[in-house]
Structure formats: C-alpha cells, structure tokens
C-alpha cells in the first residue's frame, strides 16, 4: 500500500525539466521554477486525503524537479517535456525505469493544475478524474515567499543542546528578530547580530547566519529551518562545518534545535 501511495503521488506530480518544444516551451517552463503546494488531489476518481494533501509539495529550480511529504523525498530530479503550443498543453515525464507519464496542464497565474495518465497511456482529453479512469487530477499554489514569512519576532518555546533538553526557565529571556537579510538574537545579557539568508528550494529550507557583532562575529552557522502554523524550528551547527541534515541533535555534536512561536 505504502509502495502503491508513493508511486500515484509521483505520477501526478513529477514536473523536472528537458526544453524540446522551441522558444514558446522555453519562455512556459521558467514560470514553473519556484515551491508549490498541493492544494486537492484525485486519482482514479478518489480524492486524496486532506491530511495528506498539506503535506506534499514540489521544488522546481534550474530544470530539476522534486517532491516532498513532509520531509520524504518521494521523487527526485524528475526529467519531463512540456509542448505549449497544443491545445490543451501537454507534458511527458519519464520516470527512473524508463516509462512515460503522458498529461495536460493549465498554468493561470499562481495555480498550476496537471492531470496525468497511467504509464505508458495516451494523453487525458480533459482536467477530470473519473472512477476507472486512471488519471490522476492535480491542483497546486505557488507558495507565498517563505523568506517573507520567515520575518519577525520569536521567542523560544524549547531547546536542544548536543542531545540534553535545555530548562525552560532558562530560555525565557531568549529573543529572535529576523527583519530583511538582519538578525538579532538576545539572552537577556548580550546580544548577537548579522546577517541571514534562506534558501526556499531546499527542503528543508538551508539557513545561512553571518554574526557581524557580538559572540558570533566573524562566523558563519549553517542551519536547517522548517516555517508551520505552529511556528519555526531551527536546527544550528555551532561548529559551522556543515549543515544539519534533520531537525534533531545528539551527544557530542555541535547541534542546537531551537522551536520557536510568533511574538
């Protein structure tokens, strides 16, 4: 089941990119670049969990093509053709063992909607889904700009240091401004400043922070960052020798994960 979910998610969604229909095509294919979130879902006339739905997401930089449930990557640098000029619009993804995915797709602004066949089966004649057809029906938003959102005040709700929790009293003086490309950080006795850049096509987001004054001047600390409606997590490397790879820390490493909620 988990092998039959994984693979209608990607035949719905695969979207990486090969220029072979003229100028027309090429213009078509940089709108595509950017995040997109899935917003509704059907496939072979089943609509797709909700809880599912919120979850996945599309990368598209540079004509390469991935997609995310959560933190999973379920398809990685997805090659497809697009032609433009065919009414409606169609695409062909060519998938690892070397089958095609024929489909449709509409781009209107920031919605981008793509409705895909079965392996190997001819192009669907409409944006439909119907019981037995096969076809999978997808509907996606760009995603507003994260880095965007990203900017404000936090404070922390908990904290991580090398695998030991830190205690919540100690983090009550603890405050995280991020204003464009500029941070401050506060502990109620000093503060550290510099520079911040985010990374959107990266899931999770790639982090880099520059202190120009302060503990931290001089260093640059790579880091991991994921935006929810619950609030931020980072993850840190103090050591500023590579970037973490998951949002957890253990004994002996330099990892600090920090959760934080909107001021």
């Not at 089958?99 to 919605?111: D, S």
């Not at 253990?250 to 600090?256: D, H, N, Q």
């Amino acid at each position: 089941m988990k092998h039959k979910f994984r693979t209608t998610i990607i035949l719905g969604v695969v979207l990486s990119v090969s220029i072979t229909n003229g100028e027309d095509s090429k213009v078509e294919l940089a709108k595509f670049n950017g995040t997109w979130e899935l917003v509704s879902a059907v496939s072979d006339g089943k609509e797709m969990p909700a809880e599912t739905v919120k979850n996945i997401r599309i990368v598209i930089k540079d004509g390469k093509h991935s997609v995310y449930l959560g933190q999973t990557v379920l398809a990685k640098e997805i090659p497809f053709t697009i032609d433009s000029t065919r009414v409606p619009k169609t695409t062909i993804d060519t998938l690892p063992d070397g089958k095609k995915i024929k489909g449709i797709y509409k781009l209107e602004g920031e919605t981008l909607t793509s409705c895909m066949a079965a392996a190997d089966q001819d192009f669907p004649t409409e944006f439909l889904s119907k019981p037995g057809s096969a076809c999978s029906l997808r509907v996606f938003k760009r995603c507003a700009e994260e880095k965007q959102s990203l900017e404000g005040v936090w404070v922390p709700a908990d904290a991580e240091l090398a695998g030991v929790k830190l205690p919540v009293e100690s983090l009550k003086n603890w405050k995280l401004t991020l204003k464009t490309e500029q941070y401050q950080f506060e502990n109620g006795k000093e503060a550290d400043q510099g520079t911040w850049s985010v990374d959107t096509s990266k899931t999770p987001l790639a982090m880099d922070i520059t202190g120009t004054e302060g503990p931290n001047k001089g260093k640059t600390i790579l880091a991991i960052c994921e935006l929810s409606k619950d609030g931020l997590k980072i993850c840190y490397d103090l050591g500023g020798k590579s970037r973490p790879t998951e949002f957890m820390t253990k004994p002996g490493t330099p990892l600090f994960l920090v959760n934080y909620q909107r001021k």
